[in-house]
């Protein structure tokens, strides 16, 4: 081969001569990023990131388009290069209009990818919802409980009607796995033998100790306290976090970790040496703020003045506290509302909170103040207090000055300053001071420094504090936070110390780039203006008027309830946001999309512009792949470039909704989008995104034989896309009709009609009724009374027990499917069989292809590419076809031929060969059987003479003849479903007089729609054909497959299809019918009629009789194993990616039910029937395996009278 | 013919469309009316533009007593020029163009391009062959072999016109080497730089040399087919051409077997939709082939692989309207013109501040500063000019300081302006750098085609930067961007157009930076020309109160009553300037 040699950044390197730099790269392992570029693309040389520099050229030069030169010298990652495509990414990135991630994500200290497990709920999938939030949070049911909802405040909902409900959302998916003992808890990895040391154990030490347990590390947990919880147990209210939820989950931890060690103090019971010496690596504190803040003020110190976090401890310890008639609490925040709501749930009947500013400027939350006020918490705002009077040391009274509010400080919130001469007093019992924690950290110097305001000093980012595997999370190192902030910290801290304890270097992961839209209030209300407005729903709670006692007093979501609050989410983030181009770059390179920010455009999308794609041109970077695949690989041009300038957009031609054009729905777009501007729609109630899985398997919807990849999440499949991204093509039977598989309603056990009505059974029940049934009929009528339907969409293996269990179990030929085409006896007269007899690959480097009748746009899109591709490669098209099609346009000669005319078409151009004597006589003598006769035959038929035929113009046939008898490669495309027995004799004559078949690369191609129709016609499935396409009279054959099955083989031949439909209800008294949606409602009263005994496999349960006498439930696509037979003669392998949800394949049923027909199926597992087939079927004697191309090429072929 | 003329007048008309745009037309209808009384012989005729736009509309009387040139003329003054000087054999002096503008006008050009402009009548053949047309393209198809054709171009040193100034012989010779049939001519003429004229009017006043080079052109490549891509927007132009080459199939010019030669060539005229990315040559025929005009990556260059993947060559008007002169007169009396590197003569669309405006061709070589204030005679107001804009959008600003640099593409390239196609804007105190920049980024951000992402969204940030700038809201941290930005949009776009569109923000950044400085720190625009850093004010002393100012004033913003002195409301005032222009006191200032 033709190499060239030049240097890559600083090395040698060759590649291909003819390739170009980014593919010179990619060769030797330097990937080059691109956005426009498209491998099944020419090259556009439009997003400008793949520029490189090339030594000797003026400026950088686009790696995508310019092609590679003998000693040329590439620089691929310089720093003015790196400067370039950032600067480039920030460009497109400001007029990116989007976000990534959703807002409320953004929001989360935790991180959690809340939209995803949204969409898990309202899919209904709440296990996979809650392991993604275990993903981020260990703690579901505690923070989905006293959350204060960082998320919500971003919602962008704020912007329709209100946020949706997120929390009470986790808490319902947490509690619904709490009661239904789903288990939560991530695998756990194998153990790693390094031990770790976690000093508190609240929520960050908690987090920290889960996620470091899952990495198999040895945990071990010290707390000062009696119980685990920290701050949620101590600070919390059990009526607000009931204590089973808050044991539940410290339990599901502690059962993680080696050591849980409570009232053991550091500093007190053990040091940091005892630590070292006990084999401990690393050390995480997590020891919170639990101390007092003081006031400063005189009678602070009274019996009965109280602090506010050490009175909910003595509550939560379950001690008692005393309290007087009239209590006042200080301060605005949580802990405030907290004790003064226990204080009146203790029974105390007038508690005032006393706050130095308005309601407003409250740092409780909202729900939370509103709750105090049901409870009859009286407030006394814009007052300080000054002192605790006290009456033989019991308090009396507090006295508070009056406040205003100024200017504001610091935190934004208006300063409160004293009016003076506004003293005043109220009379108490009780005063409750809440106004704050602080951290009472250990001194311990050689460990960790304390900052200004006495929390651990720590690198914010990765926990480290200053000594060697010393980290600290949590309030103790931030100061008094909300729980879900502690979560985070400890997160991190993990994350931190695993890297740690594997030796790499203790850094924070790469924060992914996410474009945003923008703060809620940069954002215009109109953009959401479409949204209709659904109202949150209410949290139910406890009835307001019950005041004492700590049950619950939020009752959390039904499932009803979760399921309408989750509809309300408007799915923010992009579904791309996981698979982005776009998004990837951005994080290489570190970019950001306001450097040069300036006028972005926000243009409306049109959700309803498409059935399957939505296009959201906000997202575009008018990389142009979209616009170029539709033109140059489909030849379609439904989108194009409109405008220009910054303006440019991509838009279908004339304003047109892009259903209103010639697009095809071939998904081809989607498939080329770097970015989220053009996106299937998800067939489910919410899109996700998700990270998915993934799986190849067989396209179903014709056969053609597309490899697809499923990506699916759980039990739903999400997308289809062509597998390698980038290199294959699909249509929309492949991307888009697939997904219909969401949709449906499925039997979960076998049915049988009882009273005209189809009830439950067992497996076995409905074994023994079937196989009854259809023995009563066979013993009673005869095999020949029984028929079995299929479906073309049963696998090889399938389709071969179901012969095998008509023949040998039922001893019936009456063996067919209502779309299930008969064998071509043309065909199968001059080939040897109804089969291609070359291969798609063949059509590219065809030199003709003929095409006829085959409607290939229609029906075979794929193929119609790889015509198209053939063609632009130098291919020749002629086309005979009834009615014009695109493809057409490209055709050198198209013909109209019709039912009527085309069997003397080819006659003519048979008659025009024969006459001018341009056959290949050396092939014809070489390799036909019977080559005189068919000469003869064809000299003796009055052929029809090209000018005789009505409306053909000869010139046209003469053409075609002579350029179909001097092309070198000619393929001709046929349509199995449809070409008539005749047309085929002509089709295969005109191949073989002229020595076009029987070699590689030439041929004929029978295409078929049914996705296997070519397996099962080999199969067997044909009332007069054998497997393997055998005569039923071939006693050889016949023979042979006694003497495998061990049973004798019907010589009769069988009904055809539209017989045995007919016969249903008259000869035909039984019928095995398996297959896909073959009977609908629609149809159903033909096949279940009184006096025939039916029994039907089928994925979907009929909903309304008729009804057969037994259904089993199938599996359907994706559930399925197995092979197919794709039109080209290659075997295709389907993987099973979804459990069926009876529980049974195909396959397993059909090998029970033959047993219970007492036909032992001595080949019960795909293996052995694999085997047998190949032991049966003479042309799959190479076996099934993935790839492999079974074809026909004898060395003779029976032309005639043979 | 005229030359034969003994005892005859020819009154020529300008009717190109600066002519026409004047009244020439009328003027034209004019005369006709009034030389049916004429007795003595007159040929009356329409000619093309004869230079001196600013003059329009021009009339040119002649006899065999001498030349006269009668400016600015209007229906009016016909009947008194008709009766005075042909009839009376007076010219009417007040009305002729002195001959010392003309001389200071004319004496520093060199016409080789405009040879025919204003001189032939451009809708007739029979003018043009008088002169000397299609002698060229005889000689060639008689006497030189096709390889000797471009030896000739190419010894003549004639570089592109269009504006890159790439070797014509190297082009052509390109193309004639390259493989593949059939190959194509194409000739540029979508003209799209605003001020620039030269060749619409080339076309408008001498289609046959462009016709003539582009046959020469296709015989010396072995081309048989020419496509003349002009814009929609020169109707004048396009119905010129059709009738030229009507007229020159019909001698049998153009066609099969030209001039009875072995040699085939057809023209055709294609017309584009007005994009001004569509003069790149690459998209150019992508417009050609019905797709949407988007520059492709170059190599391949259209010279191996062009219209429909042939070879193509595509050359500009004036390129083409040099072909003919340089086949008659010889390279070396072409290359006699020029300098070392440039060679021959340049025309220039002579616009803006400038006191003698119009089409002008000069040696290459000449100075800006004599074409500025020699030939152009200054500017308008008489001032000293501040600065020169060469090269259209593309190119870039030259200061009054370097008014000594010679035009050819070397010197004018290292001041980052360029040659381009010839559109020449002179500037005055009263221009705004900022603003002039800002206007041309205006344009090319407009005008890209939108494909690449550094000419898409780089020059569009850069237009909101200058934007925010010229609002007084501008930062030195956004001015730094703004380089950052002109820099890498230069070096990274695709095509010609991105790669030369931040050229005038470049340029005026290089000799302008104080003003940029003066927009963002002082909140002040030097030549009081950014409406947001502006203030008009009426000067009460003097001010007569006549309230001119405020009946004009389209924001109810002057108030005054009678005979006071008015003012203006800053708050309410749009500074539109119709106040300070419709007062005749001078009593508004700017400030």
């Known amino acids: 081969m033709d190499r060239l040699n030049f240097i890559l950044n600083g090395k040698t390197a060759t590649a291909n001569r003819g390739c170009t730099i980014l593919e010179a790269a990619l060769q030797n392992g330097v990937e080059i990023p691109t956005l426009c570029h498209d491998a099944r693309l020419k090259p556009t040389a439009a997003c400008r990131i793949c520029l490189v520099s090339v030594a000797g050229a003026r400026g950088p030069l686009p790696a995508c388009a310019t092609p590679l030169a003998e000693g040329m010298v590439i620089e691929t990652g310089t720093e003015d290069l790196i400067k370039t495509r950032r600067m480039a990414l920030e460009l497109m990135l400001s007029d990116h209009y989007g976000d990534c991630v959703a807002p409320c994500r953004l929001a989360c200290p935790a991180g959690i990818d809340i939209q995803g497990y949204i969409g898990l709920i309202a899919n209904g999938m709440y296990s996979e919802a ?102 949620m147990r101590y600070g919390i209210p059990a009526y607000r976090l009931p204590r089973d939820i808050l044991n539940k989950e410290i339990a599901d931890i502690t059962v993680l970790c080696k050591e849980v060690h409570c009232n053991t ?136 000055i ?21 003293e005043f007093c109220m009379d108490v019992d009780n005063v409750i001071m809440a106004i704050g924690q602080s951290v009472d950290a250990p001194s311990a110097d050689n460990l960790f420094t304390l900052d200004r305001k006495g929390c651990i000093s720590i690198n914010k980012l990765t926990m480290q504090a200053s000594a060697e595997g010393v980290f600290a999370a949590g309030d103790c190192s931030t100061g008094p936070a909300t729980v879900v902030e502690a979560v985070a910290a400890g997160k991190r801290a993990a994350d931190s110390i695993n890297r740690y304890l594997a030796g790499a270097a203790v850094e924070p992961d790469t924060k992914p780039y996410s474009c945003s839209k923008g703060q809620l209030a940069d954002i215009d209300p109109k953009e959401y203006s479409g949204i209709q407005q659904i109202p949150r729903v209410e949290m139910p709670t406890q009835d307001p008027g019950i005041k004492a006692g700590f049950d619950e007093y939020e009752l959390g979501f039904s499932e009803n309830m979760a399921q309408i609050e989750a509809g309300r989410c408007l799915a923010c983030g992009c579904q791309k946001a996981f698979d982005c181009t776009l998004r990837d770059l951005g994080t290489a390179y570190g970019v950001d999309e ?189 095999g020949s009374s029984l028929a079995m339907l299929a479906s073309p969409q049963l696998t090889n293996e399938e389709g071969f027990l179901v012969q095998k269990i008509a023949r040998a179990a039922l001893a019936t030929n009456n ?53 198209r591709q053939a063609i632009s490669g130098g291919s020749k098209l002629v086309s005979l076809s009834a009615r014009q099609g695109a493809i057409d346009l490209m055709a050198g000669i198209s013909l109209r031929v019709n039912r009527r005319t085309s069997v003397d078409v080819l006659n003519a151009i048979l008659s025009y060969l024969v006459t001018y004597n341009m056959v290949d006589l050396d092939f014809i003598s070489r390799r036909l059987c019977g080559h005189k006769e068919l000469l003869a035959e064809l000299k003796q038929q009055p052929l029809t003479r090209l000018c005789d035929i009505a409306w053909v113009n000869p010139a046209k046939l003469v053409e075609i003849a002579q ?146 006498d037994v259904f089993f439930p199938a599996s359907l696509f994706a559930e399925n194993e197995g092979t197919y037979t794709s039109s080209e003669g290659r075997i295709m392998r389907l993987n099973t990616v979804f459990r069926p949800p009876a529980g049974r394949r195909n396959w397993e049923i059909l090998v029970a039910l033959s047993n219970a027909l007492g036909y032992k199926m001595a080949c019960d597992n795909l293996a052995s029937i694999s085997a047998e087939i190949s032991r049966a079927v003479l042309v799959y004697r190479n076996g099934l395996e993935d790839g492999q191309v079974h074809h026909c090429f004898p060395q003779r072929f029976a032309a005639c009278g043979i | ?358 089409l002008i061709e000069v040696p290459m070589g000449i100075s800006l500063g004599e074409i500025v204030n020699e030939i152009g005679g200054g500017t308008k107001s008489g001032t000293d000019f501040k600065a020169v804009q060469l090269g259209g959008p593309s190119g870039g600003v030259i200061p009054a300081e370097m008014a000594a640099t010679p035009v050819d593409y070397e010197s004018i390239s290292r001041t980052g302006a360029i040659v381009g196609s010839g559109g020449m804007i002179v500037m005055d105190e009263k221009a705004c750098m900022v603003d002039v920049a800002k206007f041309f980024l205006n344009f090319t951000q407009d005008e890209s085609c939108g494909k690449c992402t550094f000419c898409r969204i780089g020059s569009r940030r850069m237009l909101e930067i200058l934007e925010k700038i010229t609002r007084g809201e501008g930062s030195e941290a956004e001015l730094d961007t703004l380089e950052e930005l002109a820099q890498e949009v230069k070096k990274s776009s695709l095509c010609g157009l991105g790669q030369t569109a931040p050229n005038p923000v470049l340029t005026t950044l290089k000799y302008f930076r104080d003003e940029y400085m003066q927009h963002i720190k002082l909140q002040k625009c030097p030549a009081k020309k950014c409406q947001a850093l502006i203030q008009y004010l009426i000067v009460a002393e003097k001010c007569p109160g006549c309230g001119l100012c405020l009946k004009y004033c389209p924001v109810n913003a002057i108030t005054g009553s009678k005979k006071q002195p008015h003012s203006i409301d800053p708050a309410k005032c749009i500074r539109c300037g119709l106040c300070s222009s419709v007062c005749r006191k001078d009593a508004v200032m700017v400030i």
């Open chain 1, 130 to 231: 809650l392991r993604l939030i275990m993903e981020s949070n260990p703690l579901p049911m505690i923070c989905g409980r006293v959350c204060p909802r960082f998320c919500e405040k971003q919602c962008r909902r704020n912007l329709v009607d209100s946020p949706v409900a997120i929390n009470a959302l986790k808490r319902f998916v947490s509690d619904y796995a709490y009661k239904n003992k789903i288990e939560r808890t991530a695998e756990v990895r194998p153990p790693t033998g390094r031990k770790v040391a976690i000093i508190g154990g609240g929520p960050a030490g908690l987090t920290a100790a889960y996620y470091l347990a899952l990495e198999g590390h040895s945990i071990a947990i010290f707390d000062a306290n009696p119980e685990l919880g920290g701050m």
């Open chain 1, 265 to 400: 103090a550091f500093g007190r019971d053990f040091d940091f040496e005892s630590l070292h010496a006990a084999g401990y690596q690393a050390v995480l504190f997590a020891i919170g703020a639990q101390a007092d803040q003081r006031m400063r003020i005189e009678g602070e110190d009274l019996k009965g003045v109280h602090s506010g976090i050490g009175f909910l401890r003595e509550i939560a310890l379950g001690n008692r506290v005393k309290l007087g008639m009239k209590v006042a609490v200080i301060g605005g925040g949580n802990t405030a509302i907290d004790a003064a709501q226990t204080a009146v749930r203790l029974g105390c009947p007038d508690v005032t909170i006393v706050y130095r500013r308005t309601r407003d400027e409250m740092p409780a939350s909202e729900d939370e103040i509103k709750q105090a006020e049901d409870k009859g918490v009286k407030f006394c705002f814009l007052a300080a207090p000054l002192k605790v009077h006290s009456d033989n040391g019991r308090v009396k009274s507090l006295e508070c």
């Open chain 1, 402 to 422: 009056s406040m205003q509010l100024g200017e504001p400080d610091g935190s934004g919130r208006r300063k409160p300053v004293t009016l003076p001469g506004s």
């Open chain 1, 594 to 782: 306001r450097k040069y920010a300036g006028l972005r455009h926000k243009r409306p999308v049109d959700e309803h512009e498409h059935p399957y794609i939505l296009r959201d041109t906000n997202k575009c970077i008018l990389c142009g792949r979209c616009v170029r695949i539709c033109s140059e690989v489909v030849g379609l041009g439904a989108l194009g470039f409109v405008n220009r300038g910054f303006e440019t957009v991509v838009e279908p031609a004339l304003g047109l909704q892009l259903q209103q054009t010639n697009c095809n729905s071939c998904g081809l777009c989607i498939t080329a989008c770097p970015t989220g501007a053009i996106l299937p729609k998800v067939n489910l109630p919410k899109p996700g995104p998700w990270k998915l899985e993934s799986a190849t398997t067989t396209c179903p919807g014709c056969g053609t034989g597309c490899s697809i990849e499923l990506n699916f999440k759980g039990n739903k499949l999400v997308k289809v896309s062509p597998p390698g991204q980038a290199s294959a093509y699909l249509c929309e039977k492949g991307i888009f009709n697939q997904l219909s598989i969401n949709g449906i309603k499925r039997a979960t056990t076998p049915l049988i009609k009882k009273d005209g009505r189809l009830v439950a059974v067992g497996w076995e029940e409905a074994f023994q009724k079937a196989s009854r049934g259809l023995l009563l009929a066979k013993n009673s009528t005869g």
């Open chain 1, 815 to 867: 063996i067919g499917g209502p779309s299930l085409t008969p064998i071509n006896q043309g065909f199968h007269k001059y080939l040897g069989g109804d089969r291609s007899t070359c291969q798609y690959a063949d059509l590219k480097n065809a030199d003709l292809i003929v095409s006829y009748n085959c409607e290939l746009e229609q029906k075979y899109p794929v193929i119609a590419l790889m015509v």
């Open chain 1, 963 to 1108: 350029l179909y008898a001097r092309a070198s490669r000619p393929v001709i495309l046929v349509d199995g479903d449809s070409v008539t027995a005749r047309e085929a004799a002509g089709i295969s004559q005109l191949a073989l007089i002229t020595g076009n078949a029987g070699r590689k690369g030439v041929g004929i191609l029978v295409l078929r729609s049914g996705c296997n129709t070519q397996g099962l016609l080999d199969m067997g499935l044909s009332p007069d054909f054998l497997p393997g396409q055998a005569p039923l009279d071939s006693m050889a054959a016949k023979g042979t497959l006694e003497l495998i099955w061990q049973s004798f083989v019907p010589a009769v031949p069988g009904m055809s299809n539209e017989e045995i439909i007919e016969g249903v209800g008259g000869s035909i008294k039984g019928l095995l019918i398996i297959g896909n949606e073959l009977v609908t409602s629609a149809n159903a009263a033909t096949f279940f009629k009184p006096g025939v005994f039916s029994v039907l496999i089928d994925g979907v349960a009929l909903e309304k009789p008729p009804y057969p």
């Open chain 2, 1 to 358: 013919m005229a030359q034969n003329v003994t005892d005859s007048w020819v009154i020529k008309v300008g009717l190109a469309s600066c002519g026409i745009a004047a009244g020439g037309s009328k003027v034209f209808g004019a005369f006709k009316t009034h030389l049916k009384n004429v007795k003595a012989p007159v040929e009356l005729k329409p000619t093309g533009c004869i230079g001196m736009c600013y003059r329009e509309a021009l009339v040119e009387v002649s006899s065999q007593d001498g030349t006269w040139l009668y400016g600015q003329v209007n229906t009016e003054r016909v009947e008194r020029i008709v009766q005075e000087h042909l009839l009376g054999g007076c010219p009417v002096e007040e009305w002729l163009i002195p001959a010392d503008e003309i001389r200071s006008f004319m004496s520093r050009q060199k016409r080789i391009v405009l040879r025919n402009c204003g001189v032939i009548n451009p809708e007739s053949i029979a003018d043009y062959l008088d002169s000397g047309g299609y002698m060229a393209l005889d000689k060639a198809l008689d006497r030189l072999s096709p390889l000797e054709v471009i030896d000739e171009i190419s010894k003549s040193g004639l570089r592109g016109r269009g504006g890159a100034g790439f070797p014509t012989g190297t082009k052509w010779l390109t193309t004639r080497k390259a493989i593949g049939h059939p190959k194509y001519v194409i000739c540029n003429a979508d003209e799209g730089d605003p001020g620039a004229f030269m060749d619409r009017s080339v076309l408008e006043s001498d289609p046959h040399s462009v016709l003539e080079g582009m046959l020469i052109a296709g015989y010396a490549m072995g081309a048989s087919q020419g496509i003349i891509y002009v814009r929609a927007e020169y109707p004048l132009a396009i119905q010129r051409l059709e009738l030229a080459l009507q007229q020159a199939r019909d001698r049998g010019f153009i066609g099969r077997e030209v001039m009875g030669r072995n040699f085939d060539f057809e023209i055709y005229i294609r017309q584009g939709a007005g994009a001004f990315v569509c003069g790149e040559e690459t998209a150019l025929i992508m417009s050609i082939e019905g797709k949407r005009g988007m520059p492709r990556l170059r190599p391949p260059y259209p010279s191996q692989s062009g219209l429909w993947g042939r070879p193509t060559s595509i050359n500009n008007v004036e390129t083409f309207a040099n072909v003919p002169w340089i086949i008659s007169n010889g390279a070396d009396a072409y290359a006699a013109h020029g300098t070392v590197t440039s060679k021959g003569t340049k025309v220039f669309a002579l616009a803006g501040s400038i006191k003698r405006g119009g």
